[in-house]
C-alpha cells in the first residue's frame, strides 16, 4: 500500500526500522556503539560510503535512522540527520553553511540561544547577521548582501508567536540562490510543512511538541539532498549525535503527533478565546485568535494555531511572580510541548540574557507569560489560570 504510508498518520506508525529475526512488532532499541562487518570488503566499501550501512553510533544506527526516515516523510525532505538536540541541529546547520566573511539575515524574534550563536560565536569566526523584525515586511530584501549566505527564521517564534510568510521568505531565498533555514519547533510538520513553501532545510528541537512528555532532548535538520550532507560531514566529524534511546522514544513519540497535537491546538484555542478580554491581562497573543497581528498569514501557512499561548498580564513582572506562585496545577519549568500545561516567564528565565532593548524589540514585555497549554481537561487548565490571576491580583 505505497499511497497509504505517504500519509501522515500512517508515515508517521508504519515507517519502522527493518524486523529482526526476533520478529518484534514494537522497534527494539539498539545500543549498540559500533557494528560488526561481514569481511574486510565490506568494510572497505562502507568506510568509502561506496555503501550505506551502520558502521558507528555517531554516524548511525537504525534507531536514529528511523526517526529521521519518519520525519523526511512527514516534512517532505528529501534527506535528514538527528542531533542530540535542537540547538546542536540549530549550530550544525548554519555552521556546516558558513565561512569567516559570510553574513546571516535573521527573524529578530529568535528563540535565545540562537540569538546567542548568532551574536556572540559566529562573530567570533568573522560571521555577521543582520535581524529583521517581523513587521518589518520590506526589510528583507534590504539587509540581504553580495555575502549574504543564508535566511534564517522562526515562526511561530518562541516566546512572542510572531508568524513570518514562509512563501513570500522561501520565493526570496530561491531567487537569490541561497538556502531559507526554518527552525519549526512549534508548529512541527503536523501544522505546517515549511519545505512546501520553497524553505531548503527545517531544524527541529525535538526535545517540545515531538516527545510530547518532557522526557529527552532531541533534534533533527530536514531538508535539500546537498544541504543535509553539508551537516552531515559537519555533525559526523564534530559528535552532536543524537543518542539510540533518545531516538528510540522520539521515534514512537511522532506516531501519536497528530493525535496530540490535535488535542493540544483544540484546548490552546478554547483558552486563548476564554482569556482573551481578562480584566487581569493586558493582551492574549495566539496565531489562531483573530486578534493576532498575522492571523491571515497563520491560517493560510498552518492548519491549526499550536498548542502555545501568550498571556500579558497588567501588574508587570511582580504580578507574574505573584501569579507564578500562586498555580496550583500547571507547572513552573522552563520547557513546553509537554502533556502536562507549563507556565514560564521568559523576562526572568528563558531571555533574561538578553538586555531589556533586546527583549522590548521581539516583544518580550515584563508582564509576558508563555503557556504551553497541556493535555490535562481543558476546563482544570482554564481553573488553575483563573485562580491564580485572581489571588495575584
Ligand atoms: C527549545 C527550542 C530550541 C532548542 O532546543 P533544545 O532541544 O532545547 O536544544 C530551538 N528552537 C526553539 C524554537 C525552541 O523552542
Known amino acids: 500500500m505505497p499511497d497509504q504510508t505517504q500519509r501522515f498518520e500512517t508515515a508517521a506508525i508504519r515507517t519502522q526500522a527493518p524486523r529482526s529475526d526476533a520478529r518484534e512488532h514494537s522497534v527494539p532499541l539498539f545500543l549498540t556503539s559500533s557494528f560488526v562487518f561481514d569481511d574486510a570488503e565490506q568494510a572497505r566499501a562502507l568506510f568509502s560510503e561506496e555503501i550505506e550501512g551502520a558502521v558507528y553510533s555517531r554516524y548511525s544506527n537504525p534507531n536514529t535512522d528511523e526517526f529521521v526516515r519518519k520525519l523526511c516523510l512527514l516534512e517532505g525532505g528529501e534527506d535528514g540527520l538527528a542531533t542530540a538536540s535542537g540547538m546542536a541541529a540549530v549550530y550544525a546547520a548554519i555552521a556546516s553553511l ?52 543564508l535566511l534564517f527564521v522562526e515562526t511561530p517564534s518562541n516566546p512572542g508567536l510572531d508568524v513570518l510568510d514562509l512563501a513570500r521568505l522561501g520565493a526570496l531565498a530561491r531567487a537569490r540562490g541561497i538556502p531559507l533555514i526554518v527552525d519549526n519547533c512549534f508548529a512541527t510538520p503536523y501544522l505546517q510543512r515549511p519545505l512546501a ?33 553539508e551537516a552531515r560531514f559537519f555533525a559526523r566529524h564534530t559528535g552532536p549525535s543524537l543518542s539510540p534511546f533518545n531516538a528510540w522514544v522520539l521515534s514512537k513519540s511522532l ?139
Open 98 to 149: 558558513v565561512k569567516s566573511g559570510d553574513h546571516i539575515v535573521a527573524s529578530r524574534s529568535l528563540f535565545g540561544s540562537t540569538h546567542q550563536i548568532l551574536t556572540r560565536l559566529l562573530p567570533r569566526w568573522g560571521v555577521s547577521f543582520t535581524y529583521v523584525d517581523a513587521s518589518d515586511d520590506a526589510g528583507w530584501e534590504g539587509a540581504l548582501r553580495p555575502e549574504t549566505r
Open 197 to 229: 513553501f520553497g524553505a531548503s532545510l527545517v531544524v527541529h528541537s525535538a526535545t517540545k511538541w515531538i516527545d510530547g512528555q518532557g522526557r529527552v532532548l532531541g533534534g533533527a535538520i530536514i531538508g535539500d539532498k546537498a544541504l543535509v550532507a
Open 255 to 393: 506516531e501519536t503527533l497528530a493525535v496530540r497535537l490535535d488535542r493540544h491546538c483544540e484546548n490552546a484555542l478554547a483558552l486563548a478565546t476564554h482569556f482573551e478580554g481578562h480584566e487581569a491581562l493586558e493582551q492574549v497573543r495566539y496565531p489562531f485568535l483573530a486578534s493576532h497581528p498575522q492571523h491571515a498569514l497563520a491560517r493560510a501557512q498552518m492548519s491549526q494555531g499550536g498548542g502555545i499561548v501568550v498571556l500579558v498580564l497588567r501588574g508587570g513582572i511582580e504580578r507574574c511572580r505573584r501569579f507564578i506562585d500562586a498555580l496550583q496545577m500547571c507547572s513552573h519549568s522552563p520547557n513546553l510541548g509537554d502533556t502536562r500545561s507549563i507556565v514560564t516567564h521568559p523576562t526572568s528565565t528563558t531571555h533574561s540574557k538578553l538586555t531589556e532593548d533586546e527583549r522590548q524589540a521581539v516583544g518580550i514585555v515584563p508582564g509576558l507569560v508563555r503557556v504551553s497549554v497541556g493535555l490535562e481537561h481543558i476546563s482544570d487548565i482554564i481553573a488553575d489560570i483563573e485562580q491564580a490571576l485572581v489571588a495575584s491580583a
